[in-house]
DNA sequence: TAGTTTTTTTGCCATTTGGCAAATGCTGTC
DNA sequence: GACAGCATTTGCCAAATGGCAAAAAAACTA
């Protein structure tokens, strides 16, 4: 809880009160590796922050390839905003890559918390906005790089990550197969 | 004007008078081709819209190549967010890629409208969120596909923007070489 | 139109990555 | 420790892409 409350207060002031109430209407969920926290094809109803673990958000392309689109980490928001925010059917499957600890928001929870905390819609638009531009900044430099180049800046930008995610999901965020990391990451050692 | 009116009214209301005020606000600005809207290494303090015309935002990697990064067509905005939002300098730049018809805005000016229309907030965060959804969606598909696939993709949802847009540029884009997408281009006819 | 510049296409060969299957390594269970 | 099940590495070869330079095509200018 002191994580999520922390990160909120980087973005806007809270007084006791507002945190309290905040905390009121987070339920803890822990998931165990492989759950889902939101499948495609349903509605995403639910925020969750990630207070301890990693999730991925995948999808399987028209090859019926599972695709993972980008891992959250500690301290992070996940959501399909799409489908959160318009009440359509979610593209993208949201899964626990190591057991996790979430904190966990349902639709009207926060639907109260706007009407009640005068600056939760502030931080909470600049949280969005922050969490976006930190995806399009993360991911767009990628596609000028090539394989080896887009592992070593993940291993750069994300030391701790590498050696909690499994090999196959690490070579499906980077775009490249298994044995080409398998092979990359020989090659550095 | 009307582009922009007919796009804004898409997020939220407005009133004839505060449609003469965002008018008022905005200053036309044209552009030639290679023009610069603005620059890395200085604080973006305009918001563009697209009237007519292509921008692209591109940046120089740790290897002096020149990346395209997206392309801004018409009806939609332009800027660096995070320089604009926190006031440092931008890493990108915002160039014409082909000539351009912009509606601008000063900092000032979106201050004065956010502090006279009562929706106008609003309609900005729907726009930001919108915007940068579209951009992960746009992008992070790429990273699993191969180049061929990559600029199938491009045709088919920016169709009428391939003619226009030179094959260094949509090269650099796409993360390929001129002559790869040159061969691909002939592969598929 | 001829000449000039820019953009796009090609050829040739090196390097990277993929596809597939087998081998190896690792982890947990009995 | 032996086994089962999963994760990772490796070998082999094919396909994709890059690098570089020259040729061809297109766009622009005088």
Redesign the interface.
């Known amino acids: 809880m002191e994580n999520l409350i922390n990160y909120l207060l980087q973005f806007g002031q809270l007084n006791q009160q507002q945190i309290d109430l905040i905390t009121s209407k987070s339920k803890v969920v822990e998931l165990k590796r492989d759950d889902y926290f939101s499948e495609a094809g349903k509605i995403a109803r639910q925020v969750a922050f990630v207070d301890n673990g990693i999730l991925r958000v995948c999808y399987y392309?028209n090859k019926g390839?599972e695709?993972t689109?980008?891992f959250i980490d500690e301290n992070n928001f996940a959501v399909d905003?799409?489908s959160f925010?318009y009440q359509i059917p979610s593209s993208e499957y949201v899964q626990a890559v190591t057991d996790c600890r979430l904190l966990v928001f349902s639709a009207d929870a926060l639907k109260d918390l706007s009407n009640t905390i005068i600056a939760w819609n502030g931080i909470i638009?600049q949280i969005?906005?922050k969490s976006?531009?930190e995806?399009?900044?993360r991911?767009?430099?990628?596609?000028?790089e090539d394989a080896k180049a887009r592992y070593i800046s993940f291993l750069d930008k994300f030391p701790q990550l590498a050696n909690r995610i499994p090999l196959s999901l690490l070579a499906?965020y980077?775009?490249i197969t298994q044995s080409s990391l398998s092979r990359i990451r020989k090659n550095i050692r």
Chains 1, 2 share one sequence.
């Open positions: 392309n390839e695709i689109r980008y905003l799409n925010t638009n969005t906005a976006l531009i995806k399009v900044s991911i767009s430099p990628m596609l000028a499906s980077l775009g």
